[in-house]
């Protein structure tokens, strides 16, 4: 069990990686030590007969049973991309709203298989109009900021938004 803090930290991880040990990095903020750039990308290449890979200036052999786990204290991290397609994220954390609603669609599908579909039906409806109702905003937005003059006298601006309201 690592810190990203601890001042032993560039030393373990090359040892674990070598010697296969599972190691689980604490306290992980939203940026993860460069040191760890190869490990995530699994840049691993074979010298001789043995697996090695290169950590920092080291080239270390690695351990196909070596294995690296974080955690974080975070309540809602948001990572950045480059690091969300290295790694695979899951939220551990159960609310109890959050476990009614699993409950509850878990016995609707059991009981009622029909209205479970039509509300997963709605769903997909409903994420579809939001869509297209911001196209549609998109499209008066830019109608207005290309508008000259009287944005009243733009017949197709106003009729855009006439349509806009019935669409809703």
Known sequence: VLKQSDSNFAKEIPMCVQFGTPVLVEAVQ???DPLLE???LHQVSKSGTSLVIKLGTDTVNYNPNFRIYFTTSLRNPHYPPEVSTKVVLTNFMITQEGLADQM????????RPKLAKQASELVVKIAQMAGSLKAIEDEVLKMLRESKGNILDNQEL???????KVKR
Do not use: A, G, W, Y
């Open 104 to 111: 509850t669609n878990f016995i609707v599908q059991h009981e």
């Open 38 to 40: 190869p490990i995530l």
């Open 158 to 164: 106003v009729d855009k938004l006439k349509d806009s």
């Open 30 to 32: 939203e940026s993860l």
